[in-house]
Protein backbone atom coordinates (compact mmCIF):
# COMPACT_ATOMS: atom_id res chain seq x y z
CA UNK A 1 0.00 0.00 0.00
CA UNK A 2 1.16 3.38 -0.68
CA UNK A 3 1.68 6.02 2.16
CA UNK A 4 -1.38 9.18 1.79
CA UNK A 5 0.16 12.03 2.66
CA UNK A 6 -3.36 14.63 4.32
CA UNK A 7 -3.73 18.63 4.51
CA UNK A 8 -4.41 20.89 6.57
CA UNK A 9 -3.66 18.37 10.10
CA UNK A 10 -6.40 20.74 11.76
CA UNK A 11 -9.52 23.53 9.97
CA UNK A 12 -11.20 25.42 12.06
CA UNK A 13 -13.81 27.16 10.39
CA UNK A 14 -17.32 29.19 10.99
CA UNK A 15 -20.28 27.91 11.02
CA UNK A 16 -21.71 28.37 7.08
CA UNK A 17 -17.86 27.95 5.93
CA UNK A 18 -16.47 26.06 3.23
CA UNK A 19 -14.28 23.00 4.44
CA UNK A 20 -11.52 21.28 2.26
CA UNK A 21 -9.23 18.43 2.99
CA UNK A 22 -6.55 16.70 0.73
CA UNK A 23 -4.78 13.92 0.26
CA UNK A 24 -1.62 12.94 -1.69
CA UNK A 25 0.34 10.32 -3.01
CA UNK A 26 3.69 10.66 -4.72
CA UNK A 27 2.50 7.35 -6.80
CA UNK A 28 -0.70 6.63 -8.55
CA UNK A 29 -3.86 5.19 -6.08
CA UNK A 30 -5.77 2.24 -7.07
CA UNK A 31 -8.66 3.73 -5.27
CA UNK A 32 -9.38 5.71 -2.40
CA UNK A 33 -11.49 5.79 0.77
CA UNK A 34 -12.93 8.50 2.78
CA UNK A 35 -13.68 8.24 6.99
CA UNK A 36 -15.48 10.94 9.10
CA UNK A 37 -14.93 9.81 13.28
CA UNK A 38 -16.82 12.03 15.56
CA UNK A 39 -14.96 13.09 18.25
CA UNK A 40 -14.91 10.16 21.10
CA UNK A 41 -16.35 7.74 18.09
CA UNK A 42 -14.42 5.25 16.02
CA UNK A 43 -14.07 5.86 11.69
CA UNK A 44 -16.98 5.47 9.29
CA UNK A 45 -16.80 4.91 5.97
CA UNK A 46 -18.12 7.80 3.95
CA UNK A 47 -16.99 6.46 0.33
CA UNK A 48 -15.32 5.19 -2.16
CA UNK A 49 -13.79 6.31 -5.49
CA UNK A 50 -12.14 4.45 -7.82
CA UNK A 51 -12.19 6.00 -11.41
CA UNK A 52 -9.44 8.46 -12.48
CA UNK A 53 -11.44 12.19 -12.02
CA UNK A 54 -14.06 10.64 -10.46
CA UNK A 55 -16.17 13.09 -8.65
CA UNK A 56 -19.29 11.89 -6.10
CA UNK A 57 -21.62 14.22 -3.81
CA UNK A 58 -23.13 13.20 -0.67
CA UNK A 59 -25.53 16.25 0.37
CA UNK A 60 -22.86 19.17 1.24
CA UNK A 61 -19.81 17.18 0.72
CA UNK A 62 -18.52 16.58 -2.39
CA UNK A 63 -15.63 14.03 -3.56
CA UNK A 64 -13.05 14.06 -5.95
CA UNK A 65 -10.33 11.89 -7.31
CA UNK A 66 -7.71 13.62 -9.02
CA UNK A 67 -6.97 12.61 -13.22
CA UNK A 68 -3.72 10.93 -12.03
CA UNK A 69 -4.80 8.71 -9.52
CA UNK A 70 -2.02 10.67 -6.98
CA UNK A 71 -4.48 13.02 -4.94
CA UNK A 72 -8.30 13.47 -4.06
CA UNK A 73 -9.79 16.28 -2.03
CA UNK A 74 -12.94 16.44 0.13
CA UNK A 75 -15.06 19.48 -0.09
CA UNK A 76 -17.72 20.86 2.72
CA UNK A 77 -20.10 23.32 1.75
CA UNK A 78 -21.21 25.25 4.43
CA UNK A 79 -20.47 23.60 7.45
CA UNK A 80 -23.00 22.80 10.06
CA UNK A 81 -21.79 21.87 13.75
CA UNK A 82 -22.72 18.08 13.10
CA UNK A 83 -19.31 18.23 10.87
CA UNK A 84 -17.35 18.07 13.59
CA UNK A 85 -14.65 15.32 13.74
CA UNK A 86 -11.55 14.18 11.47
CA UNK A 87 -11.69 13.17 8.71
CA UNK A 88 -9.59 10.68 7.06
CA UNK A 89 -8.24 9.12 3.85
CA UNK A 90 -7.30 5.44 3.42
CA UNK A 91 -5.59 3.75 0.53
CA UNK A 92 -4.88 0.10 0.79
CA UNK A 93 -5.95 -0.36 4.52
CA UNK A 94 -3.59 2.39 4.75
CA UNK A 95 -4.75 5.86 6.67
CA UNK A 96 -3.86 9.75 5.88
CA UNK A 97 -2.79 11.59 9.35
CA UNK A 98 -6.60 13.10 9.47
CA UNK A 99 -7.68 16.34 9.46
CA UNK A 100 -9.26 17.42 12.42
CA UNK A 101 -12.56 19.59 11.54
CA UNK A 102 -13.94 21.92 14.43
CA UNK A 103 -16.97 24.59 13.63
CA UNK A 104 -17.64 27.84 15.66
CA UNK A 105 -21.45 28.25 15.44
CA UNK B 1 -27.13 -5.49 13.78
CA UNK B 2 -23.94 -5.70 11.46
CA UNK B 3 -21.25 -4.68 14.14
CA UNK B 4 -17.28 -5.21 15.19
CA UNK B 5 -17.26 -5.44 18.72
CA UNK B 6 -14.05 -5.24 21.31
CA UNK B 7 -13.30 -5.43 24.37
CA UNK B 8 -12.32 -4.19 27.11
CA UNK B 9 -13.44 -0.69 26.12
CA UNK B 10 -10.99 0.80 28.45
CA UNK B 11 -7.77 -0.90 30.17
CA UNK B 12 -4.90 0.81 32.68
CA UNK B 13 -2.30 -2.11 32.84
CA UNK B 14 1.14 -1.93 34.41
CA UNK B 15 4.22 -2.56 32.21
CA UNK B 16 4.45 -6.04 31.70
CA UNK B 17 1.52 -7.95 32.24
CA UNK B 18 0.05 -9.88 29.80
CA UNK B 19 -3.34 -8.54 28.13
CA UNK B 20 -5.47 -9.74 25.38
CA UNK B 21 -8.05 -7.28 23.63
CA UNK B 22 -11.14 -9.33 22.23
CA UNK B 23 -12.28 -8.52 18.73
CA UNK B 24 -15.76 -10.13 17.12
CA UNK B 25 -17.59 -9.67 13.82
CA UNK B 26 -20.75 -10.87 12.86
CA UNK B 27 -20.62 -9.92 8.56
CA UNK B 28 -18.69 -13.01 8.08
CA UNK B 29 -16.10 -11.08 6.83
CA UNK B 30 -12.80 -12.35 5.30
CA UNK B 31 -10.15 -9.32 5.76
CA UNK B 32 -9.78 -8.48 9.86
CA UNK B 33 -7.17 -5.86 11.56
CA UNK B 34 -6.00 -4.00 14.12
CA UNK B 35 -4.93 -0.03 14.12
CA UNK B 36 -3.53 1.97 16.83
CA UNK B 37 -4.73 5.73 16.82
CA UNK B 38 -2.38 8.41 18.48
CA UNK B 39 -2.65 12.12 17.98
CA UNK B 40 -0.82 13.84 14.99
CA UNK B 41 -0.23 10.30 13.39
CA UNK B 42 -3.46 9.07 12.41
CA UNK B 43 -4.45 5.11 12.70
CA UNK B 44 -1.69 2.78 11.84
CA UNK B 45 -1.97 -0.96 10.73
CA UNK B 46 -0.71 -3.07 13.33
CA UNK B 47 -1.33 -6.67 12.23
CA UNK B 48 -4.15 -7.91 9.74
CA UNK B 49 -5.31 -11.38 8.44
CA UNK B 50 -6.69 -11.84 5.09
CA UNK B 51 -8.81 -15.34 6.19
CA UNK B 52 -8.47 -17.53 8.85
CA UNK B 53 -5.38 -18.65 10.16
CA UNK B 54 -3.45 -15.86 8.17
CA UNK B 55 -2.16 -13.17 9.45
CA UNK B 56 0.46 -10.42 8.86
CA UNK B 57 2.15 -7.79 9.96
CA UNK B 58 1.07 -4.30 9.09
CA UNK B 59 3.04 -1.11 9.82
CA UNK B 60 3.62 -1.18 13.69
CA UNK B 61 3.93 -4.60 14.83
CA UNK B 62 6.82 -4.67 16.91
CA UNK B 63 5.66 -5.76 20.23
CA UNK B 64 2.08 -7.30 19.58
CA UNK B 65 0.89 -10.81 18.29
CA UNK B 66 -2.73 -11.79 17.11
CA UNK B 67 -4.18 -15.17 15.74
CA UNK B 68 -7.12 -15.86 13.43
CA UNK B 69 -8.51 -19.35 14.28
CA UNK B 70 -11.97 -18.25 13.84
CA UNK B 71 -13.84 -16.23 11.11
CA UNK B 72 -15.16 -14.18 13.16
CA UNK B 73 -12.65 -13.33 15.90
CA UNK B 74 -9.55 -11.40 15.44
CA UNK B 75 -7.43 -10.82 19.59
CA UNK B 76 -4.73 -8.84 19.86
CA UNK B 77 -2.17 -9.47 22.44
CA UNK B 78 0.07 -8.00 24.12
CA UNK B 79 2.92 -10.13 25.65
CA UNK B 80 4.47 -8.14 27.81
CA UNK B 81 2.71 -4.32 27.51
CA UNK B 82 4.85 -0.84 27.71
CA UNK B 83 4.15 2.77 28.26
CA UNK B 84 4.54 3.69 24.64
CA UNK B 85 1.59 1.61 23.85
CA UNK B 86 -0.44 3.50 25.58
CA UNK B 87 -3.26 4.50 22.67
CA UNK B 88 -6.51 3.77 21.63
CA UNK B 89 -6.65 0.79 20.00
CA UNK B 90 -9.47 -0.09 16.91
CA UNK B 91 -10.09 -3.50 15.40
CA UNK B 92 -12.00 -3.00 11.94
CA UNK B 93 -13.28 -5.96 9.35
CA UNK B 94 -14.29 -5.71 5.38
CA UNK B 95 -15.56 -7.93 3.47
CA UNK B 96 -11.82 -8.33 1.60
CA UNK B 97 -8.97 -6.37 1.32
CA UNK B 98 -8.63 -5.62 -2.10
CA UNK B 99 -11.97 -4.75 -4.29
CA UNK B 100 -14.33 -2.35 -2.52
CA UNK B 101 -12.96 -2.39 0.88
CA UNK B 102 -15.34 -0.18 3.22
CA UNK B 103 -13.78 -0.84 6.44
CA UNK B 104 -16.21 -1.65 9.66
CA UNK B 105 -14.31 -0.28 12.75
CA UNK B 106 -15.30 -1.51 16.55
CA UNK B 107 -15.60 0.87 19.47
CA UNK B 108 -11.63 1.50 20.39
CA UNK B 109 -10.11 0.09 23.21
CA UNK B 110 -8.17 2.99 25.12
CA UNK B 111 -5.43 1.59 26.57
CA UNK B 112 -3.13 3.17 29.48
CA UNK B 113 -0.07 1.10 30.67
CA UNK B 114 1.93 2.44 33.71
Known amino acids: GQQVMQIPQYQHVQEGEDFTTYCNSS?????IQWYKQRPGGHPVFLIQ?????EVKKQKRLTFQFGEAKKNSSLHITATQTTDVGTYFC?????FGAGTRLTVKP | EAQVTQNPRYLITVTGKKLTVTCSQN?????MSWYRQDPGLGLRQIYY???????DKGDVPEGYKVSRKEKRNFPLILESPSPNQTSLYFC?????????????FGPGTRLTVL
Open chain 2, 49 to 55: SMNVEVT
Open chain 1, 90 to 94: QNDMR
Open chain 2, 92 to 104: ASSLQRFSYNEQF
Open chain 2, 27 to 31: MNHEY
Open chain 1, 49 to 53: LVKSG
Open chain 1, 27 to 31: TTLSN
